[in-house]
């Protein structure tokens, strides 16, 4: 942590001993698309206690940035969808009850929607070039989906209805096997999108 804070102090003291320019100020707005992958036991497609039966699906973001030489303000909003995996839950509801009956299984989407706002330290532009250090905090509401699973002999033997917590990593199902179920929503995006200046003013 040390070697961090020393090496942003250098690169802010790079900055304030540069000789004088005229002072920039941008704002940037950049939006962006790609594909959600759930990771870990988001992902888990067995009966296990933190098993989420996650599988990739889409999401979108865009993002604000107003910024000058060396500091500025930078925030976002994202939202991805995670399609639950019906067939291997109800494959494993089969192997569980060892075949007898028929089971159907019926979801929706995990959801989730992300705020992040912070500050941005950058480094001097070297070649117009730009590269900025994002500090970011927010918060994230994540939805569980509808899910109900039906047997031809016992009737319905899971019934989750849809809800939502806000926090920031996971969501709780009431319905959980002890009552209470927190799950780590752990995920990777893979995104393509593009940035346009708003506005470039000089001071």
Do not use: W
């Amino acid at each position: 942590m040390r070697k961090v804070f020393a090496i942003l102090a250098l690169l802010v003291l790079m900055a304030a001993t540069c000789q004088a320019q005229q002072k920039i100020r941008k704002s940037v707005f950049g939006a962006n698309a790609g594909v959600s992958i759930p990771l870990g036991e988001f992902a888990l497609k067995t009966f296990t206690y933190d098993a989420g039966f996650a599988a990739p699906g889409p999401n979108l973001g865009a993002e604000y940035l107003y910024y000058g030489k060396i500091f500025g303000f930078s925030s976002s909003i994202g939202y991805a969808s995670f399609f639950f995996n019906g067939k291997a839950y109800q494959s494993e509801y089969d192997r569980t009850l060892g075949g007898y009956g028929i089971n159907d299984v019926s979801a929706g989407n995990y959801q989730m929607i992300k705020f992040l706002a912070g500050f941005t330290l950058k480094i001097p532009e070297i070649k117009h070039t730009e590269v900025m250090l994002l500090f970011h905090l927010g918060y994230a509401a994540c939805i569980h989906p509808d899910l109900r699973v039906t047997n031809s002999e016992y009737g319905v033997i899971n019934s989750i209805a849809k809800t939502n917590n806000g926090n920031l990593v996971s969501f709780s199902d009431p319905a959980g096997p002890n009552g209470y179920f927190d799950m780590l929503i752990n995920h990777a995006s893979v995104n393509v999108g593009f940035i346009m200046n708003l506005k470039i003013s000089s001071l």
